[in-house]
C-alpha cells in the first residue's frame, strides 16, 4: 500500500500514531483522488461540527446564530493559479506545503457578536488545531472588506491512518458577504484593473454595511432585552 504524505503542516500517523513515509513515486491520478477524498472529508467534518453549534444554540438560546453554510473544493484551475503567484511550481506537493484553502467553507451568520461566538467555539474543541487567524473584522483590508478567517486542521480517521487536514474557515454577516460577493464579481469583471470611482463607492458601501451591522445588532439586542424583561413579569 502507498501512504501519501501530506507535508509539514498536514500530519500524517498510523491509527497507532507511528508516523508514516513519505511517498514517493505514486500514480498522480490516484494521489489526487486520495487528497481530494481527504480534503471533501474535512468539509464534511467542519461542516457537522458547525450545524451542531447551531442546533445546541437553537435549543438553548432559541435562534440561530448560522444562516448557511457553503463549502467548496478549490478547483485545480485556482490551485494552479494560486502556486504561480506564489512562485511555486506546480506539483502535488507544492499544493499540499503552500495552498491553504484547497478545503474552503464559508459560514455565514446573522450578527457580528455571533461570528466571535462561533469562531471561539470551535477553536475550542479538542480535535481542531488553529494555525492562523485573520480578523479582517477588527481590520478590515484596503478594499473594505471585512470577514473572520481561520485557518485549522481537522484529523480525518482513514481506514488504517489519520491525516490532519487543513480548511480554510471564512466567518462574516450576511451584509458583509452581500458586499464580497458583489466586489468579487466587479473585480473579475474589470480583471483587478477597477475604475477608481467605482472603488471608492465600494469603500463607501463597506462603511454603510458596517453601519448596518451594527445597528442591526443593538436592534435585535434592544429585542431581547425586551423579551427577557417580558418573561421575568410572567414569572
Ligand atoms: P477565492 O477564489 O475566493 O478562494 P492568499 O490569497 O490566500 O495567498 P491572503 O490574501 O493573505 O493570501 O489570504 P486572505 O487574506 O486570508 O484571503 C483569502 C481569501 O479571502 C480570498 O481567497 C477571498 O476569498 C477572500 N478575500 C480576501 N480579500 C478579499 C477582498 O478584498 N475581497 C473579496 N471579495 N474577497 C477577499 P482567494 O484565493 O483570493 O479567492
Known sequence: MCYIYFGALHHT??????EMEPYSETNQVDTWNELTLV????LKEINTKF????DEFQQVHQYNPIEHIKARLKTPESIVKKLK??????????????????????VICSFTSDIY???????NQSDIKVIEVKDYISNPKPSGYKSYHMIVTVPIFLSDRIV???????????AMDFWASLE????????GNVPDYIRDELIACASMVSLLDDRMLSLNEEVRKLEAAG????E
Do not use: C, P, W
Not at 13 to 18: A, I, L, Q, R
Not at 85 to 96: D, F, H, L, R
Not at 117 to 123: F, H, K, P, Q
Open 13 to 18: 500517523t498510523d491509527n497507532s500514531g507511528g
Open 39 to 42: 480534503y471533501r472529508s474535512a
Open 51 to 54: 450545524e451542531i453549534l447551531n
Open 85 to 106: 503567484k506564489y512562485g511555486k511550481e506546480s506539483t502535488i506537493e507544492n499544493m499540499v506545503a503552500y495552498v491553504n484553502d484547497i478545503a474552503g467553507i464559508r
Open 117 to 123: 461566538r462561533i469562531a471561539e467555539m470551535l477553536s
Open 164 to 174: 490532519d487536514t487543513m480548511v480554510e474557515i471564512q466567518i462574516r454577516t450576511v
Open 184 to 191: 468579487h464579481k466587479i473585480n473579475y469583471k474589470f480583471e
Open 231 to 234: 418573561k421575568n413579569k410572567e
